[in-house]
């Protein structure tokens, strides 16, 4: 399964959700990359706690939940590298909105990753640095939205982004074994 952002965020709307769809893909990637992995109870409990619902969730916000787990990790850990942030595309959003869902993701990856109590307090230098990128990214905003290369600096923002996740699963996960551990 493909996520769309875009019927993604319908049913976030729809259902009510506090959070982006882009910030909880980047929660799941970045729980996901330190090498930890949730059985499908856990995600569930995860995923309603950090879209901060106040009322049950209907049936297909429930069902999309349990098919997000296994797309990302799927998709993180394919060979192929395919992976991408889940953002919005160019014909869905301005890149003002598409600067604001990576600053989520972002800062979603980097509450994923803390959530996961995986890093032992020593971490490797280069996820440091990734991290440590993310962290600044979680802070983007456009601050002039007239200015004519504001959508190569938010391709360029959100590529690195993109290796930044994998990076981060490769290295952590090369040592940890967890990329093949599936409990879904």
């Not at 709307?13 to 090498?35: D, F, K, N, T, V």
């Not at 995923?47 to 619902?53: R, V």
């Not at 106040?54 to 999309?64: K, R």
């Amino acid at each position: 399964m493909k996520i769309d952002f875009a019927n993604t965020a319908d049913l976030w709307l729809e259902s009510r959700c506090y959070q982006s769809p882009s910030a909880l893909h980047g929660w799941l990637s970045g729980y996901l990359a330190s090498g930890a992995r949730l059985t499908p109870q856990q995600w569930m409990a995860e995923a309603l706690d950090y879209l901060e619902l106040d009322e049950t969730p209907a049936d297909n916000l429930t069902a999309t939940l349990r098919q997000f787990y296994d797309a990302v990790l799927n998709s993180i850990s394919a060979e192929e590298m395919a992976y991408e942030p889940l953002l919005p595309k160019d014909e869905d959003a301005d890149v003002l909105e598409q600067v604001e869902c990576l600053a989520e993701w972002s800062k979603g990856f980097l509450d994923g990753f803390g959530a996961s109590e995986q890093s032992g307090g020593q971490l490797p230098k280069d996820v440091l640095e990734v991290l440590n990128d993310l962290d600044a990214f979680s802070q983007a905003r456009i601050e002039d939205d007239k200015d004519p290369d504001n959508e190569a600096m938010y391709l360029e923002l959100a590529e690195h982004a993109r290796v930044a996740a994998l990076t981060v699963f490769y290295t952590m996960n090369r040592s940890s074994g967890g990329a093949s551990t599936t409990l879904h």
